[in-house]
């Protein structure tokens, strides 16, 4: 049987987190991130929406020598051009309306530490000039302030997104790209390691159990067979979110068949015949068509479209580019 690389750690919140694998891909991704972690060299992690690629962070900063100083992670989609601007950089009180007082920016906040930067693919070209300059200099200045702090970090990025085509469209600055990607780190998606799944799985039931109090004595073996057999297009998230639905939807301790019907008809493939498409092609399809509609509602006026999407207009002229709307 061959043998598993495997990784038992804690996140700031004291929830297990665990890299398991008996996928050869895989294992050279975790053997990559471990001699990675010993070093001070930026690491550029790629991977589908849900792999775990935040998980592979705080794994290589509990195995770096700055295990015992703050982790801080964010999310660059959960935020405007502007808010993550003030995010990442502080800002000084009155800089702008609504800054009643100083903040502290996640840079700031990593002093020392690792700050790992999730969907960097999704920032505006602003942005990216802004943080080439920061990673080259170490040094940040806060929104309202042009003197310049001094930040001692280790940095750790990460996108969904196929960044090398990014970077030939120039929509993802090549320099930038060149700078936060000393070493990279592939994740491959769970449908092509399912056998890690039976391990997956009962690492999931126990924590979900433990997190509600709940046990489950026995699961039908048709739940068992789909677990196993399910094609899991949300990748490791999905995976944890379907064993969290079971187990609360479960009855003396018991989680039936029924349960997964619509996780089973969600997750058909019938609907599309026999022209399957690769998960990337969907999404894209899926997300143009609908960007197309929501411009088509506000009259083709990019500022208000933004809005709606709640991205920046930087963000929104980007997708037109890339999806060659108009």
């Not at 589908?48 to 509990?62: A, D, Q, W």
């Not at 690769?278 to 809005?307: D, G």
């Amino acid at each position: 049987m061959e043998q598993r690389n495997s990784a038992l750690l804690s996140d700031q919140t004291s929830s297990p987190l665990m890299l398991k694998t008996s996928s050869k891909k895989f294992k050279k991704a975790l053997e990559i991130a471990r001699k990675a972690s010993a070093s001070n060299a930026n690491i550029f992690i790629l991977g589908e929406s849900g792999v775990g690629k935040e998980v592979l962070s705080r794994y290589i900063h509990h195995h770096s020598e700055r295990c015992d100083k703050p982790f801080i992670a964010v999310n660059c989609h959960a935020f405007s051009e502007t808010l993550l601007e003030s995010e990442l950089f502080g800002h000084e009180k009155g800089s702008f309306t609504g800054a009643l007082e100083r903040r502290i920016g996640r840079f700031e906040a990593a002093h020392n530490g690792t700050l790992f930067l999730d969907e960097i693919g999704d920032t505006s070209l602003d942005t990216q000039i802004k943080l080439l300059r920061t990673i080259e200099n170490k040094k940040i200045e806060r929104i309202g302030n042009n003197q310049a702090i001094a930040i001692n970090f280790r940095l750790i990025c990460a996108t969904n997104r196929d960044i090398y085509k990014m970077v030939a469209e120039q929509i993802f600055r090549k320099d930038l790209f060149y700078r936060i990607s000393t070493i990279t780190v592939e994740i491959p998606p769970l449908r092509e390691r399912k056998g890690d799944l039976p391990e997956l799985i009962n690492f999931f039931l126990q924590k979900v159990q433990n997190d509600l109090k709940k046990e489950i004595k026995v699961i039908e073996p048709k739940v068992m067979r789909f677990l196993l057999n399910y094609h899991y297009p949300g990748n490791v998230r999905e995976l944890k979110n379907i064993v969290e639905r079971l187990v609360v939807l479960s009855d003396n301790g018991v989680v039936r068949a029924e349960e997964i019907a619509d996780i089973k008809s969600t997750g058909s493939l019938t609907q599309y015949g026999k022209n399957i498409k690769t998960l990337k092609q969907f999404r894209s399809e899926t997300e143009a068509t609908y960007i197309q509609e929501v411009l088509n509602l506000c009259n083709y006026n990019r500022t208000e479209t933004a809005k709606k999407l709640d991205i920046s207009r930087r963000q929104l002229f980007n997708k037109l580019i890339e999806y060659g709307l108009k």
